[in-house]
Antibody, heavy 119, light 110 residues
Framework: EVQLVESGGGLVQPGGSLRLSCAAS????????MAWVRQAPGKGLEWVAN????????YYVDSVKGRFAISRDNAENSLSLQMNSVTADDTALYFC????????????WGQGTTVTVSS | QTVVTQEPSFSVSPGGTVTLTCGLS?????????PSWYQQTPGQAPRALVF???TRSSGVPDRFSGSILGNKAALTITGAQADDESDYYC??????????FGGGTKLTVL
């Protein structure tokens, strides 16, 4: 079964750091771009970051550039999101997604992990 | 900054047809915007419906179809059912590796 399972969410203070992880199973992780998408409470979806199959290309939404870092370990079939200097605006449910190409879109989603930024 | 626009809400009668749109606050959506569409019910992860304008995701019934209508991407739902009542999101390629979701459309079936 193709599956993505996020972990690492929790309560973090403003200015603090948190590392999210996403474990992939049921498919060859190294064949796919991967992505993080978030959803603030009661709000819509927001694309956060993408990473190419070999990690050579990474893209971020402007609001997290310089603070968040996406990475992957293809040997471990895992995806990560290092979150630094977090603010209340980063409070959200963070989804990991398998980003297919041709045709483009996220075809597999995890269930999400919740990040709450609060003092 | 250009943003992706969607109708905040829409309603359709059971058995009816509805077309949701996905546009840009400045400019036109085309096939090279690679629009994709997602359905989300409360408390659940999104579910992929359509990729790259009009390719249905595996298992999605043909009641759901994607297209370009004028200068927008469109998702048409025919024969609306009660369980189609959800939030619908589109995402567009903005260039330079950047993607952007629309604000979502809350669809009511009544």
């Amino acid at each position: 079964e193709v599956q993505l399972v996020e972990s690492g969410g929790g309560l973090v203070q403003p200015g603090g750091s948190l590392r999210l992880s996403c474990a992939a199973s049921g498919f060859t992780h190294s064949w796919y771009w991967m992505a993080w998408v978030r959803q603030a409470p009661g709000k819509g979806l927001e694309w956060v970051a993408n990473i190419k199959q070999d990690g050579s290309e990474k893209y971020y939404v402007d609001s997290v550039k310089g603070r968040f870092a996406i990475s992957r370990d293809n040997a471990e079939n895992s995806l990560s999101l290092q979150m630094n200097s977090v603010t209340a605006d980063d409070t959200a449910l963070y989804f990991c997604g398998r980003w297919r190409t041709e045709p483009y879109g996220i075809d597999v989603w995890g269930q999400g992990t919740t990040v709450t930024v609060s003092s | 900054q250009t943003v992706v626009t969607q109708e905040p809400s829409f309603s359709v009668s059971p058995g009816g047809t509805v077309t949701l749109t996905c546009g840009l606050s400045s400019g036109s959506v085309s096939t090279t915007s690679y629009p994709s569409w997602y359905q989300q019910t409360p408390g659940q992860a999104p579910r992929a419906l359509v990729f790259s304008t009009n390719t249905r995701s595996s298992g999605v019934p043909d009641r759901f179809s994607g297209s370009i209508l004028g200068n927008k991407a469109a998702l048409t739902i025919t024969g609306a059912q009660a369980d189609d009542e959800s939030d619908y999101y589109c995402v567009l390629y903005m260039g330079s590796g950047i993607w952007m979701f629309g604000g979502g459309t809350k669809l009511t079936v009544l």
